[in-house]
Nanobody, 122 residues
Framework: AQLVESGGGLVQPGGSLRLSCTAS????????MAWFRQAPGKERELVAR???????GYSDSVKGRFTISKDNAKTTLYLQMDSLKPEDTAMYYC?????????????????WGQGTQVTVSS
């Protein structure tokens, strides 16, 4: 299985970026999907998640600014990031987690992408 992220880059504060994560080798619509990020010197943080039923959730730090979505036909997960702030600067990782029955826990991640760097700076 492979997850490949793209779409990162340098953006000014207040700007937008859309990250993409294309999956292969997994039954995409059966996995809990998420975006994590990790800034230098900080722990990896779960910022957005989407379970197998389409329910979504966000960390308080990005709620109202980020939107997670997926296209099953393209086996691609997206993260639309608006109103970006310097504190959003981090490496962003796509993650796929097999559900435990009907539940998604996002703790023992089965597959990780290689990451894409997002830098918010003027």
């Amino acid at each position: 299985a492979q997850l490949v992220e793209s779409g990162g880059g340098l953006v000014q504060p207040g700007g937008s970026l859309r990250l993409s994560c294309t999956a292969s080798g997994i039954t995409f619509n059966r996995y809990c999907m998420a975006w994590f990020r990790q800034a230098p010197g900080k722990e990896r943080e779960l910022v957005a998640r989407r379970d197998t039923k389409g329910n979504t959730g966000y960390s308080d730090s990005v709620k109202g600014r980020f939107t997670i979505s997926k296209d099953n036909a393209k086996t691609t997960l997206y993260l639309q990031m608006d109103s970006l702030k310097p504190e959003d600067t981090a490496m962003y990782y796509c993650a796929a987690d097999a559900p435990s029955g009907p539940w998604c826990f996002y703790r023992n991640i089965d597959f990780w992408g290689q990451g894409t760097q997002v830098t918010v700076s003027s």
